[in-house]
C-alpha cells in the first residue's frame, strides 16, 4: 500500500473545512448520486475538531430536487452537531 505523505494530508485537511472558529473546525466533503430519472442521493461526510478532539459524522438523503435542497446537507448535519453541543 503507498504511503501517503504528511503534507498530502494536511494540504487535503485545508482544503476540505467548512466553516471554522475559536471553539471549532467543521470539515466535510459532499458528494450527489443519481437513484433513477428524477431522484438524488446526497451525502456531506466529514468531522468536527472540538477540545482538540475529532468527531466524525456522515449524512445522507433522497431527494427529487437538487437546486432546492443542496445545501440541506449542511444544515442538517449543522443543526445535529448544535444539537449535540459540538458546534455552536
Do not use: C, H
Not at 433522497?62 to 444539537?83: G, P, V
Request: glycine letters at 4%; a neutral charge.
Amino acid at each position: 500500500m503507498p504511503k501517503i505523505s504528511r503534507q498530502s494530508i494536511d494540504i487535503v485537511k485545508d482544503i476540505i473545512v467548512i466553516e471554522q472558529t475559536d471553539n471549532y473546525k467543521f470539515s466535510g466533503k459532499t458528494g450527489v448520486g443519481m437513484l433513477t430519472e428524477t431522484d438524488y442521493i446526497m451525502w456531506l461526510v466529514g468531522y468536527i475538531e472540538k477540545d482538540n478532539k475529532p468527531y466524525f459524522y456522515a449524512m445522507n438523503f433522497k431527494t427529487n430536487d437538487f437546486n432546492k435542497t443542496s445545501q440541506a446537507r449542511y444544515e442538517i448535519t449543522k443543526d445535529i452537531l448544535r444539537e449535540l453541543k459540538l458546534m455552536d
